[in-house]
Structures are given as structure tokens and as C-alpha cells.
């Protein structure tokens, strides 16, 4: 009666990696319980999810191919692009949120166009925004940039307004660490750079008023989510956002952050549902509006137990 935090469905978006096939559920050996899906998959385990009472998924897709633009990121028949259309025309109440990046579609592994071994920031834009606008026209609901580019945000706002999404959302990757909390993801999204890393554009841990000043940029530039990435190492990020910022916040409960409970959890070491509590509600209790949690379909079926027996 007295918790001043309560965890809801409500607050979860839960993320899905898809591929190439039918019938395909390869599970990915870093994140226990996770798996790459293909889109008939998804699309099962989208009406899973909604009927859950989770309001979103969001997708990451690994293509059939890959180059230094990574092309099927925009292709009309983009393993994304047809997730999109799938979930949507079998689940339309489900909030359809997307990846926009380049470091699983190109074979560099790197989030923009390169010159060398240096990233191109304008020429990335050029590429993200053909990505953004043909996801809106696949039927996405909102678009996430996630990499950290310079003015990523108002040049995706001015693509999709230009032709004709003015009603697709952005929620910009605002406040990005160079994290080592990655590592699987990397394994799942296979995306990891061929070499060097991203730090040129991605945020030092150590920082903390940066991030204010990128959420106040993407602000400007109109975004209408923000996001913190990852969350635990970074409650006082979420924090002082929350405290500056009056558009929802979306923090990413990452792929590390999740495996190494998991781990600790085999091994007996924890008591995982209690800890994944924890771990959710110290999330919102820091500020965040929403959590993307690779843990929300677990969680929100707990939460729709009868607490009483």
C-alpha cells in the first residue's frame, strides 16, 4: 500500500531480433532466453507480448546481406520492412518502434558511411534518413536513431515530414555511453565493428553533463522521446534528465546489464525474479518513463499474477 514505485506492462517495450526465413528461432547463447526470430516468429511472439499488456516492441534486423551503406536498411523487402508489416497487420494495437543505424546492415559493423577508417557524419544522415522514411512507410509508428550522429535528429524529422509521416514519432538515442555493457547484443544483432570502436561518437561514462546537453540538442531538434542507454550505470543520468527534460524518457535496460543476471542466476548465486525486480524498479524510480527490457515478457506475465493466493 505504502510502495512509492509500482511496475506496470505499461512500462515495458520489449526488443526482437529478426531474420531471414520461416519458422526460425535461433537462440542466441550470450542472452539465455533470448532468441533471433523470423518474422513469422515475431509476429506470434508480438500477440504475446500486447496481449501482456505491453504497449511496444522494438526491432533490430539482421539482412541477408551486407556492404559499406548497408542497402537493405532501406529496401522495400528489408527483413525490417517486412517485420513491420507483419506485426502491424496481425497486431495493430502494438506500438511499432525501429532501429535506425547502420552497424548491423553494413560489413564494417560501424554506425555510418565511411571514408577510410573515419565516419562520415553528413553522408550517414543522407543514409539514415531513406532508412527512417521507408520504415514509416512500411507502417512503423516510431523511428530510433541510434547512433549518435550530429543533428541525426532534425534530419530524420525533415525527411519524414517531407514526405508525408508527420505523425511517426522519433525517439533519439540522446544520451548513448561507449559502454562495455554491449557485448551481447553484439552477438544477437551481429554488429559488431570489423575494428576500432565507437567512442568518436558515442559518450564517455565518465560524463554527465554532456548528456545534458545532448538531450537539450535532440530536444531542439525535435525528438519526442529521449533516451538513456544503458540504465544501470547510469541512474543519475536518468536522474538528472527526468529533472530537465519534460518529454518522456525511455531508459535501455541493455543486453549485458540482463545477461549477467542470468548468469549469476544459473548459477545460484541470486534469486533472479527478485532481482530483475530491483534492477526494473530502480529503473522507474530514477525517472524513466519506459524500460526497454529484454525481461518484459517474463515480467509483465509475474505482474499479472494474482498477488494473493
Sequence with gaps: MLSETALSPADFITPLFIVHGNDISNPIASMPGVAQLSVDRAVAESAKIAALGIPAVLLFGLPATKDAVGKENFADDGIIQQAIGAIKAAVPELVVITDVCLCEYTDHGHCGVLDGEEILNDETLEVLQRVAVSHAEAGADVVAPSGMMDSMVVAIRDALDGD??????????????????????????????????????????????????????????????????????????????????????????????????????????????????????????????????????????????????
Excluded at 216 to 237: N, T
Design 164 to 309: 508525408g509521416h508527420e505523425q511517426v514519432s522519433i525517439l533519439s538515442y540522446a544520451v548513448k555511453y561507449a559502454s562495455g555493457f554491449y557485448g551481447p547484443f553484439r552477438d544477437a544483432a551481429d554488429g559488431a565493428p570489423a575494428f576500432g570502436d565507437r567512442r568518436s561518437h558515442q559518450m564517455d561514462p565518465a560524463n554527465a553533463r554532456e548528456a545534458i546537453r545532448e538531450v537539450l540538442l535532440d530536444v531542439d531538434e525535435g525528438a519526442d522521446m529521449i533516451m538513456v542507454k544503458p540504465a544501470l550505470s547510469y541512474l543519475d543520468v536518468i536522474r538528472q534528465t527526468r529533472e530537465i527534460c519534460s518529454l518522456p524518457i525511455v531508459a535501455y535496460n541493455v543486453s549485458g546489464e540482463y545477461s549477467m543476471v542470468k548468469a549469476a542466476a544459473e548459477r545460484g548465486w541470486v534469486d533472479e525474479d527478485r532481482v530483475v525486480n530491483e534492477v526494473l524498479t530502480g529503473i522507474v524510480r530514477a525517472g524513466a518513463d519506459l524500460v526497454i527490457t529484454y525481461w518484459a515478457p517474463e515480467v509483465a506475465a509475474r505482474l499479472g499474477e494474482p498477488s494473493i493466493q
